[in-house]
């Protein structure tokens, strides 16, 4: 079973999806991959604790405040997916990292010689739970603004949401 919510943020509609236990999903609507945790059976309108305490973090973040706290994410992927948004948590409000820097960490991490920054972008596009898991903050090696699945003029407020948070 899958339960739904929605949220009205400043820069659009997002659903809220959860197994019960933790969030599964965070995606604006009609994002790529949007709906990728669903299942096929869905209760709409849940009043779950883990969709008022997402709210709650949702509330903070735009509201121009940096959350001190996650809520419980239910994240699953393959064990390279899973690394990939596990070093995307490590990435600071108001930084960012590029593809090949987080292939350079996986790749340390595995005691291999290198890492594909295509594969890691591949499981950046693939991240579930967008904003808490910040794949925003993830740029070219030149600095570009590259892929966005909740689309590029997103990714630029968000980071310019949280470069004015850091400046605080």
Same mark, same amino acid.
């Given at each position: 079973m899958t339960y739904i919510s929605k949220y009205q943020s400043p820069i659009g509609t997002i659903t809220l999806s959860s197994d019960g236990?933790? @969030?599964t999903g965070l995606w604006f609507d009609g994002q790529k991959y949007y709906g990728s945790t669903i299942s096929d059976e869905t209760k709409y309108d849940s009043d779950l604790d883990i969709f008022g305490e997402t709210k709650r973090? @949702?509330?903070i973040y735009f509201s121009g405040s940096e959350p001190d706290f996650c809520p419980r994410l239910s994240l699953k992927g393959s064990d390279f997916r899973e690394s990939v948004w596990r070093i995307l948590r490590t990435i600071p409000c108001g930084a960012t990292m590029t593809y090949g820097e987080i292939a350079k960490k996986i790749a340390k991490e595995k005691g291999i010689k290198s890492m594909s920054a295509q594969a890691v972008g591949g499981a950046v596009g693939q991240n579930p739970i967008s $904003? $808490?898991?910040p794949c925003h903050r993830v740029i070219g090696s030149d600095g570009s603004m590259t892929g966005y699945a909740g689309g590029i003029e997103r990714k630029k407020w968000l980071l310019e949401h949280e470069n004015n948070l850091a400046r605080r």
């Open positions: 236990k933790g @969030l973090w @949702l509330d $904003i $808490i898991v």
